[in-house]
């Protein structure tokens, strides 16, 4: 699955989020900046299928095929829309997962997946409190075992801290698999991974400001698209 991304925008004055063009193919990691506390999320749900951008398109292997990419490609760790409650144990975090996954999903078999995962011991630990690439990795790779899923996004890694090649170690090992997999961070961490050589992230097209528009107030939470499929995020079909 080729996920394709044309100049989209969302909001008034695309504020919410600006013009943005990225493409991503299977067998591929590819970062892609996006700034601001919410643009990140909102990126997200137009690069998964899960919401229509007010302007540009989402070509899917060079068609327009949102069903086909909400069904196909799983949203992890979206802020506020898909990702799982720090308090809650990992374990039951596994257990949630597996139960979307189609497979057995009970403690027990939380736990057997945890130790051929090699993160047995974070079973009782919150999932708020775990290192960030460890809680990265294995929510990707949850992720990855849900039935018919050849694509990945990744939303803002780096608000979790640590080094962000790290992270970007988990992307790259992901798409070695033969997923396509998009991950969505902030500017800092774009010229780490990409001055340093740690990681051959592609410097996304460049793209002008958007024209200065009046104050109207507090940008809206992002949501799903309302003729989108109602369930969006990890814990369901993302």
Do not use: Y
């Not at 403690?107 to 460890?134: F, K, T």
């Not at 962000?164 to 992307?171: I, K």
């Amino acid at each position: 699955m080729r996920i394709r991304l044309d100049a989209v925008t969302k909001g008034p004055g695309a504020r919410m989020l600006e013009a943005t063009s990225v493409e991503v193919a299977p067998g591929e990691a590819v970062l892609v900046r996006a700034e601001t506390e919410q643009r990140p999320t909102v990126l997200g749900l137009i690069a998964s299928g899960r919401m229509r951008p007010d302007s540009g398109r989402v070509l899917v292997d060079g068609e327009p095929g949102a069903r086909r990419l909400r069904r196909a490609c799983a949203l992890v760790d979206a802020p506020v829309v898909s990702e799982p409650d720090a308090a809650v144990p990992s374990a039951g975090v596994v257990t949630e997962e597996l139960m979307f996954a189609g497979r057995r999903a009970n403690p027990i078999s939380a736990r057997r997946w945890m130790a051929e995962h090699g993160c047995d011991d974070l079973a009782g630990v919150p999932i708020g409190q775990v290192e960030p690439s460890r809680r990265i990795r294995m929510l990707c790779e949850l992720a990855a075992s849900r039935p018919g899923i050849e694509a990945l996004v990744l939303v803002a890694p780096d608000r979790h801290g640590g080094r962000p090649s790290a992270w970007w170690r988990v992307a790259e090992d992901l798409a070695a698999t033969g997923l396509a997999v998009l991950v969505i961070a902030g500017r800092a961490s774009w010229e780490v991974l990409h001055g340093n050589g740690d990681a051959g992230a592609p410097d996304p097209d460049p793209v002008p400001d958007p024209d200065p528009v009046p104050d109207a107030g507090p940008d809206p939470a992002p949501g799903p698209d309302p003729d989108s499929d109602p369930d969006v995020g990890t814990r369901s079909d993302a």
